[in-house]
Nanobody
Framework: QVQLVESGGGLVQAGDSLRLSCTAS????????VGWFRQAPGKEREFVAA????????VYADSVKGRFTISKDNAKNTVYLQMNTLKPEDTAVYYC????????????????????WGQGTQVTVSS
């Protein structure tokens, strides 16, 4: 399995930007579909974005389309989530997840589609 570590979270103001990083060890990200999920207090874990093994194909939840960008640098074994125009409702713990294969690559990906998870990084957006 692949070990994942997220970083880049923090406290920002509404309208600001953050870039989260997910770095893999033990395996190369070129073998993995990588996704970002988030979980706010009292809510279910929510799909945010995913990138294919090649890094060419990406998919986003409707709630973040046009604001967030996922990208993959296989040479660095790192996946990024660039978050722009942040809103208070984006406040959550953000998790990186990876799977060698998913049956369907699309916006309906769920946490059950991923088997390796990072510890999460807190993103707090103040108004």
């Amino acid at each position: 399995q692949v070990q994942l570590v997220e970083s880049g979270g923090g406290l920002v103001q509404a309208g600001d930007s953050l870039r989260l990083s997910c770095t893999a060890s033990g395996r190369t990200f070129s073998d993995y579909v990588v996704g970002w999920f988030r979980q706010a207090p009292g809510k279910e874990r929510e799909f945010v974005a995913a990138v294919s093994r090649s890094g060419i194909n990406v998919v986003y939840a409707d709630s973040v389309k046009g604001r967030f960008t996922i990208s993959k640098d296989n040479a660095k074994n790192t996946v990024y989530l660039q978050m722009n125009t942040l809103k208070p409702e984006d406040t959550a713990v953000y998790y990186c997840a990876a799977s060698m294969y998913v049956g369907h690559f699309g916006a309906r990906l769920g946490s059950a589609d991923f088997r390796s998870w990072g510890q999460g990084t807190q993103v707090t957006v103040s108004s």
